[in-house]
Structures are given as structure tokens and as C-alpha cells.
């Protein structure tokens, strides 16, 4: 029987949500280069994979994180997964901008967020962990508590789970690199060569340089 993390990582990778292009590389907003590029907003189109995500979450949750007051989402992926969570354990919703409105209020946090609340924060994405992390110092500049965060899926960087670690947050995620790596291999969607491309991008994502890259 598969594990929950091979399962979502066989879902991600079929509609493309995750794609592996090792000598093709991606440019990342960062500047880095990548063999893989992962947009999890795909899944909302998809409505088994959106419910079973949805489910998924609301699991670890319950298993993780004492009651929490409310549900918080992360602009902008997981603003929409956020509240199918929030509304499935009937539970207040609010999300995170990444930066003010820069109209009206110029709020950050764009809901009803009271101090003293017991917030679990809801994420698309897991890369270095600083957009994540700055979305629970806007809940703590606020006055509440962040119980935990609970993400769809993480590239597991060292850099990410040292922030986490300092920033003292619980982080439970759904999938991970290293399960997708495994469900991408039994399904094909790589080969040996290309998975030890994979492997060694994780180990210094800044400054690697693609296979072909490298014979030029």
C-alpha cells in the first residue's frame, strides 16, 4: 500500500503540478537554477486531488496541532486550499498577504484576526521557508499564536528546516522531495541519470549548473 506522501506525489506529478525537466532547467524567481518547477495551484482544477488535499490537511491537523481557533492561508497559493480547510473543520479563515494592500486599509492579514487567537497556518509550498515564515511574524505582530503550519509539499532544503527550527514553528507537510523523487522513478517520469541530477541540485540548489550546461 502506498504511503499518503508517494500517493500525492503520483497525483502532483501527473497533472503536471510537479514537473522535472533535469536537462531543461527552470529559472526560479531567485535566479536559481532548477531541474524542477512545482505550482500546486494546478490541483484546484482537479477536484479529486483538490479533496483528497484538502482531507490530507485537515488530518494532520488534527493529529498535529492542539485545537486551533483559526485557519490561516498563505497568499497567494495556498488562499484558496486554505479555506476548503478552514470551512471543513468549520473554523474561522483569514489569509496572509506577502506584502500590504497598497490601498484602502493596507492590511496584511485580510480577515478577522483577534489577539490571543491559536492560529494553524496553511502553505502551498515549502522552498527556503521565508515567505512562509514572514506570513507567521504578520500573525504574531498581530497578537496570536502560531500552533503550527501545514504544508502540501516541501523541497526539504537544510536552509528551510534551520529557519523553521530558529522561528520555533512545528512544520508538517504532506509530501516531500524525496518521496516524489521515488514515485517519479517507479512511474517513469525519470530515469536512473536524471534522478542522480535531481539528488545532487538538492544538495546546493544556488549554485548548481545543469548536466548539459556543464559540456558547453
Not at 107 to 132: A, C, F, H, R, Y
Not at 155 to 183: C, H, I, Q, R, W
Request: net charge neutral; aromatic share 8%; glycine share 6%.
Amino acid at each position: 500500500m502506498k504511503q499518503p506522501a508517494n500517493l500525492l506525489a503520483e497525483k502532483l506529478l501527473s497533472i503536471s503540478a510537479i514537473k522535472l525537466q533535469p536537462e531543461l532547467p527552470f529559472t526560479w524567481a531567485s535566479g536559481w537554477n532548477s531541474p524542477i518547477y512545482t505550482d500546486n495551484r494546478k490541483t484546484l482544477s482537479y477536484p479529486e486531488i483538490r479533496n483528497f488535499i484538502k482531507v490530507e490537511l485537515c488530518r494532520v491537523i488534527l493529529e498535529n496541532f492542539e485545537r486551533a481557533d483559526v485557519i490561516a492561508g498563505v497568499a497567494t497559493g495556498a488562499i484558496a486550499q486554505g479555506a476548503l480547510v478552514a470551512d471543513t473543520l468549520g473554523l474561522p479563515y483569514v489569509y496572509v498577504r506577502s506584502t500590504p494592500k497598497d490601498h484602502g486599509l493596507e492590511n496584511l492579514i485580510e480577515g478577522n484576526l483577534k489577539p490571543g487567537q491559536k492560529v494553524v497556518v496553511i502553505e502551498d509550498l515549502i522552498s527556503t521557508g521565508g515567505s512562509s515564515l514572514k506570513a507567521v511574524q504578520a500573525i504574531r505582530n498581530a497578537g496570536c499564536e502560531v500552533v503550527g503550519m501545514a504544508a502540501i509539499f516541501t523541497y526539504g532544503f537544510p536552509v528551510a528546516e534551520e529557519a523553521f527550527d530558529k522561528a520555533g514553528v512545528k512544520l508538517v507537510t504532506l509530501s516531500n522531495y524525496n518521496a516524489m523523487l521515488e514515485t517519479a522513478l517507479a512511474g517513469n517520469y525519470i530515469n536512473e541519470a536524471s534522478l542522480e541530477t535531481l539528488r545532487q541540485w538538492r544538495k546546493d540548489p544556488a549554485n548548481w549548473v545543469a548536466p548539459n550546461a556543464k559540456n558547453l
